[in-house]
Structure formats: structure tokens, C-alpha cells
């Protein structure tokens, strides 16, 4: 039997074996750190029945800066997945739909427009999850990892930013059915 938690400082001693992944970005303490003091609601875990950390979510709540409001790439209220990694282990439990729905929630309750997240375009896997949870593709940002683990391109590899419209968005007018061949520069998503 596992349950969620808020997230909780010393947590950062603990989730190694969660982000123990070629696919799982890690960040500096002082990234998570932020988080926890900004978005204290949308850091969420699941612990399992020995306290190991079997997964975790990073969200947040945000929209671009006023002065961009005029600029294609805008970017209205919304919740962002950061960071969605769950251990080997755990995997194919349910853990990250679960995890995904309570932001999802979160975005309802602030009356966000939608939900959105970047993948790794070759994680044909998280894309597929994604694609399952009503996710799609609104755009391709070109070398957005520094990295290329296919060693493929030498700038980097893509990013499909994924979006999911929320209850405010009656009109779905925050996705496309072609995202995929919308690409934009990483300088043009914030």
C-alpha cells in the first residue's frame, strides 16, 4: 500500500533510486528547494510501506510575463508538470496517472486553462502514458535537452511540449491536432 504526501525537504536524501533513470532529469538541491517553497501544494510523493519514495511530481502554477501577452508564443494561467519520475520498480502501477490527476485537480482549482509538460521526443514511452491521459503534442522545441542520447543531433534533442485543456478551456482553444510540426526555439517557450 503506497500513499501520496507533500514532498518534505529531507525527502531530497531519499529518492535516489527514483531518479535513477537515464530519462529522469535531475536538478540541484537549491531547484528542488524552490519548488517546495513556491508550489508547496503541487510537490507531491508517494511513499510506499517502508517510507522508500516510490514517485514523485513537481508542479507549478504560472503564465508568461505581462509584457509577452502580445507574442505567439504566450503563455496564459496554467499548471506545469516539472518533473514526473517514478522508480523502475513502481512503474506500471498506476503511480503516474495518479500523480498527474492531482495536478490536473490543482489546475482545475486555480482555473488554469490547461496542463502542460516537455518530454523527450524519443521517449516514445512517457508519450505514449501522456497521449493515454488525453495529452497532445502542441509544439516541437528544437534541441531543447542540451543532451542526444541517440547522438542523432548535434544541438541536442527535441521536446514535445504536451498540453491537456482543463474545465476553463471549453473551447479547446490551447491545443492543435499537428503540434508536432509547429517547432519552435527553445528562447521561445518560458
Known amino acids: 500500500m503506497s500513499s501520496l504526501r507533500p514532498f518534505h525537504p529531507l525527502d531530497l536524501f531519499r529518492f535516489n533510486l527514483t531518479n535513477l533513470d537515464t530519462l529522469t532529469e535531475n536538478y540541484d538541491i537549491s531547484f528542488y528547494l524552490s519548488y517546495l517553497a513556491r508550489w508547496p501544494?503541487?510537490?507531491?510523493?508517494?511513499?510506499?510501506?517502508?517510507?522508500?519514495i516510490n514517485a514523485y511530481i513537481m508542479g507549478k502554477l504560472e503564465s508568461s510575463p505581462a509584457i509577452y501577452q502580445h507574442s505567439q508564443h504566450y503563455l496564459p494561467w496554467h499548471a506545469h508538470i516539472t518533473a514526473l519520475t517514478v522508480a523502475p520498480a513502481s512503474r506500471r502501477l498506476g503511480l503516474a496517472r495518479l500523480l498527474t490527476r492531482s495536478l490536473e485537480r490543482a489546475g482545475d482549482e486555480y482555473n488554469s486553462w490547461f496542463v502542460d509538460l516537455f518530454v523527450r521526443s524519443s521517449n516514445k514511452v512517457a508519450v505514449g502514458l501522456y497521449e493515454g491521459m488525453g495529452y497532445s503534442i502542441y509544439r516541437r522545441v528544437v534541441g531543447y535537452y542540451s543532451d542526444d542520447?541517440?547522438?542523432?543531433k548535434p544541438h541536442g534533442e527535441d521536446a514535445f511540449d504536451m498540453r491537456k485543456p482543463l474545465a476553463r478551456d471549453k473551447s479547446r482553444e490551447h491545443i492543435r491536432p499537428d503540434g508536432d510540426k509547429h517547432e519552435v526555439a527553445p528562447e521561445d517557450v518560458w
Do not use: Y
Open 41 to 52: 501544494s503541487l510537490f507531491t510523493v508517494v511513499e510506499g510501506q517502508k517510507g522508500e
Open 149 to 152: 542520447p541517440t547522438g542523432k
